[in-house]
């Protein structure tokens, strides 16, 4: 999954193989995108709390998946 034309197509297929394919794409996309702004936001300053209330999830889950880095 490289584009939204492809996204687009995996959305309109009657393949589920092609749809789960995709949703793995958006997972490991996500992954990276959350990743790199959690390590930006840590080199600025922002405290565990302060990521957490952005993306919605506990001061402890977000530690706990990124904390180790």
């Known amino acids: 999954m490289s ?8 959305i309109e297929s009657a393949d589920p193989g ?3 394919r995709a949703v793995r794409s958006l997972r490991l996309l996500a ?14 300053g922002w405290s565990w709390q302060d990521i957490a209330t952005v993306l919605g999830v506990s ?3 977000v530690h706990k998946k ?3 880095r």
């Open 3 to 10: 584009s939204t034309a492809d996204l687009n197509t995996a």
């Open 18 to 20: 092609e749809g789960l």
């Open 31 to 44: 992954d990276q995108l959350e990743r790199l702004h959690v390590e930006r936001a840590r080199g600025l």
């Open 59 to 61: 001061k402890q889950a």
């Open 66 to 68: 990124h904390g180790r």
